[in-house]
């Protein structure tokens, strides 16, 4: 089963091959319905032209909220800034 993302990349690559055009990632950003990033593009455009075909390609959720990577980052520096003191001494 495809992902959202591989199918609207297949659409847009599906619809300008069918249109005689050969695809590029800019006429695939231009048909895309919401923006991807360009390296996903690229990757699939150039997986199709190697294979005919895109990979399958799955949205990634961030585990943690940027407000507990903030706390977790604080919590970093606090301990090495208190190893740092140690190993000063």
Do not use: F, H
Not at 59 to 82: F, M, N, S, W
Request: charged fraction near 30%.
């Amino acid at each position: 089963m495809s992902s959202e993302i591989t199918q609207a990349l297949e659409q847009a690559i599906s619809s300008l091959t069918q249109e005689g055009k050969e695809p590029s990632v800019a006429l695939i950003k231009a048909r895309l319905t919401d923006p991807l990033p360009m390296p996903l593009i690229i990757k699939a455009l150039q997986a199709w032209k190697k294979n005919a075909k895109v990979p399958k390609i799955e949205k990634c959720e961030p585990k943690e909220t940027l407000e507990e990577r903030i706390t977790i980052l604080e919590k970093q520096v606090t301990e090495l800034t208190a190893r740092l003191v140690q190993l000063e001494k």
